[in-house]
């Protein structure tokens, strides 16, 4: 039999064995989950940004957003050629300027081109519709800024008229305006390509959207040319 001051220098050996694998094992296994955690949580973030369709961000990057001018989609518009002159006029479809809340504006846009038989640029223009609204579309030219760069479009022709009075009601019809502007040399393929538009004409003033700028662009890509005469 071993003394007993031995035997209890063995136990308390064997207690500290025990004890350093313990925390061994304890700091294994806690490795292991903080790794298993990391890569959990890696998955989470690529499944996130695969359901939002795009890669993950980069850790510690900043990011911006920017505008970006990309080419348009195809936009259709209207061809007719005179069979006695031979000029052929080309036009966009009709696209709203803008939707006001409450209620939406009721205003129209469009955009026209000419050419010769021989197939040179006579003229393009901008048309504005307008069913009632404040204020009035005639005036002796309008503004327009393309990337900050003001250009005058002169009045060519401007007619108003009012919309027949709906039976039963005592306030008079809606007045209807239309109004053509001449656009200036250049002025199809400056829209065509420009990041921001500014319309004012009267007491009509808005942003052009994508749509208007696609309208002038298919118009200015159909003409072959950007420059406008008057009409």
């Known amino acids: 039999m071993l003394p007993s001051t031995l035997r209890a220098a063995c136990s308390a050996l064997l207690v500290a064995f025990l004890l350093a694998g313990c925390a061994t094992t304890g700091a294994d296994e806690l490795e292991a989950l903080r790794r298993e955690n990391t890569r959990l949580r890696g998955e989470v973030e690529a499944l996130r940004s695969e359901l939002a369709g795009r890669p993950a961000a980069d ?71 307008r069913h009632s609204g404040r204020g009035s579309l005639e005036t002796k030219a309008a503004r327009l800024t393309i990337d900050g760069r003001v250009l005058e479009l002169p009045a060519t022709d401007y007619d108003t008229s009012r919309a027949p009075q709906q039976p039963g009601r005592a306030s008079a019809g809606k007045r209807e305006e239309r109004a053509t502007f001449a656009l200036p040399p250049g002025a199809l393929a400056q829209v065509a390509t420009a990041i921001s538009v500014h319309f004012e004409a009267g007491a009509v003033q808005f942003d052009f959207s994508d749509e208007h700028l696609a309208a002038f662009a298919a118009v200015a890509a159909r003409v072959g040319s950007g420059g406008a005469a008057g009409k």
């Open 59 to 129: 850790a510690g990057s900043e990011a911006q957003l920017e505008q970006v001018f990309v080419p348009r989609s195809r936009v259709s518009v209207e061809v007719r050629t005179d069979p006695a002159t031979g000029k052929t006029r080309v036009t966009s479809l009709w696209y709203r300027t803008v939707d006001s809340k409450p209620l939406p504006r009721l205003e129209w846009l469009q955009v026209q081109a000419e050419q010769s038989a021989a197939g040179a640029l006579d003229g393009a223009w901008l048309l504005l519709e």
